[in-house]
C-alpha cells in the first residue's frame, strides 16, 4: 500500500529513550492501523527525530524556561523543514504547548496533552491520576497539562516525586530499576482512581495487567494519533 504520506517529527528532551519508545509505538500502530494491507518497510511512515538533551527539565525560573524555549523554538523551525508534523516525546515539553500555539504552530503540532483529552473525552472519563515522572503538575506557567488540570478531576500522587531521580536511572540501572518497580506498584495500589495516565518507562518498568486499572499510556495514545495523521493530516 505505497502512497505518499505526511512526515512526522518527533522533538526528544534530556532522555532520548522516550523518542526512540515513541518511534516503535509508532511503527506497530502503522502496521496495527493497515492490517492486511501492511505489505512491508515501503509501507512505514517517514520519521525524523530531533534529540535535544542537552534541555533543562528542572526549569523553576523565568531565565531557564526562556533559554530552553529558544532552542526549542529553533529546532522547531528547523525540524518542520523536513516534516508535515511535529510532537515532543518527553511530557515535561508539554508545558511550552501555549507557546507554541500562539505563534500559529497549532495546525502542525501534534499535542499529548490534547490527545489524551480527547481520550478521556471519548471514554467519558472525568477523574484520573498521573503516573509519569517528566510531568510536571504544579498549578504555574511550567505546568504539563494546563488544559487537563482545569477540565478533569486529577487525583494526586505525591511519592512520585521521590522516586523520580530513581526512575530515571533505571534504564541502566536493574537494581533501581526493581527499586522503582516495588515503589510504583505500591503507588498503584494505593491509588483509588482506576485511570492512570501511565509514562512509557514507568509502564516498562511493571506487568500492568496484573495490575485492575485502565491504564492510558501516554506513547501508546501519541503514536496511534500520529500514525493516523501520516495518511489523513
Not at 532520548?16 to 518497510?41: A, C, R, S, T
Not at 537494581?175 to 509514562?199: D, F, M, P, R, S
Amino acid at each position: 500500500m505505497s502512497t505518499k504520506r505526511n512526515k512526522i517529527g518527533i522533538i526528544t528532551g534530556q532522555n532520548p529513550i522516550y523518542g526512540i519508545n515513541l518511534w516503535q509505538e509508532i511503527v506497530k500502530e502503522n502496521i496495527i492501523f493497515l492490517n492486511n494491507h501492511y505489505k512491508g518497510d515501503l509501507d512505514n511512515p517517514e520519521l525524523v527525530i530531533f534529540s535535544l538533551p542537552h534541555l533543562d527539565e528542572s526549569i523553576k525560573t523565568e531565565g531557564a524556561y526562556n533559554k530552553d524555549w529558544k532552542i526549542i523554538e529553533n529546532t522547531i523551525n528547523e525540524i518542520l523543514l523536513h516534516v508535515d508534523y511535529f510532537c515532543f516525546s518527553c511530557t515535561f515539553l508539554n508545558s511550552f504547548k501555549e507557546t507554541i500555539f500562539s505563534l500559529g504552530y497549532g495546525d502542525v503540532f501534534i499535542s499529548l496533552e490534547d490527545v489524551l483529552i480527547e481520550y478521556l473525552k471519548k471514554h467519558q472519563i472525568q477523574k484520573v491520576a498521573i503516573l509519569d515522572h517528566q510531568s510536571n503538575l504544579e498549578v504555574s506557567k511550567y505546568c504539563s497539562y494546563k488544559s487537563l488540570i482545569r477540565n478533569f478531576e486529577l487525583e494526586p500522587i505525591d511519592e512520585l516525586a521521590k522516586l523520580k531521580n530513581i526512575i530515571k536511572i533505571s534504564t541502566q540501572d536493574e537494581k533501581e530499576a526493581k527499586y522503582a518497580a516495588q515503589k510504583l506498584a505500591n503507588i498503584i495500589e494505593n491509588t483509588k482512581c482506576h485511570n492512570i495516565i501511565i509514562g512509557p518507562i514507568e509502564a516498562s518498568l511493571l506487568s500492568l495487567e496484573e495490575f485492575d486499572k485502565n491504564f492510558i499510556l501516554t506513547n501508546n495514545i501519541l503514536a496511534k494519533k500520529l500514525a493516523i495523521k501520516s495518511f489523513y493530516g
